[in-house]
């Protein structure tokens, strides 16, 4: 009489397959939170950065920089200022200790006009500020009235720099650099 039997792995075999999917979700564990503490996608809501990003950009950030660079001017990062319910993407103009000055539309930063050919709009006149230790002077590149909430806003204000999320690095979709200020020497 021949019975069938199922077949039953070895015992040997059943557990290098436990090991194996283990250690596969373990590397997808490890693998997700440097992902998510490394790099992030964000979307671009609104029209404060135009022309240099559009509504509905997809943008690729790095997170890994804010451990280990200062933001300098001209970085556009993305902020989660605890005085906002939502992210703001915006360009750094601004950083500890520099004067900022905004008259007849110019932008000064240390007395020096900003070389921005990536603007649009003009800016209203604002009293110098200078910023504070731990804190950036941000707006975007939309310079109309009202089109952005950003430094330039008593509301808002200057920004810590412990709101930062990250550095835009370039547009996913649709896939595009984004445009940095010209150096002058």
Excluded: C
Aim: charged share 20%; aromatic share 8%.
């Amino acid at each position: 009489m021949d019975e069938l039997t199922p077949d039953i792995p070895a015992p040997g075999k059943r557990k290098s397959e436990v090991w194996g999917w283990i250690r596969f979700l373990l590397l997808l564990a490890l693998a997700f939170i440097l992902i998510n503490n490394m790099i992030g996608l964000t979307k671009v809501s609104g029209n404060s950065m135009n022309p240099s990003l559009h509504n509905g950009n997809v943008l690729l950030l790095n997170k890994l920089s804010l451990f280990f660079s200062s933001p300098k001017y001209g970085d556009v990062v993305v902020l989660k200022d605890e005085r906002l319910d939502y992210s703001i993407i915006k360009r750094v103009i601004g950083v500890p200790g520099d004067h900022v000055l905004i008259t007849g539309g110019v932008i000064y930063v240390n007395g020096s006009p900003l070389a921005e050919l990536y603007t649009v709009g003009k800016s209203e006149d604002m009293a110098e500020q200078i910023v504070a230790n731990g804190h950036l002077f941000v707006v975007g590149d939309n310079r109309t009235l009202g089109e952005s909430k950003d430094s330039r806003d008593p509301a808002l204000g200057q920004v810590s720099i412990q709101a930062l999320k990250g550095y835009a690095a370039f547009s996913l979709f649709p896939f595009h650099a984004i445009p940095k200020p010209l150096e002058l020497k």
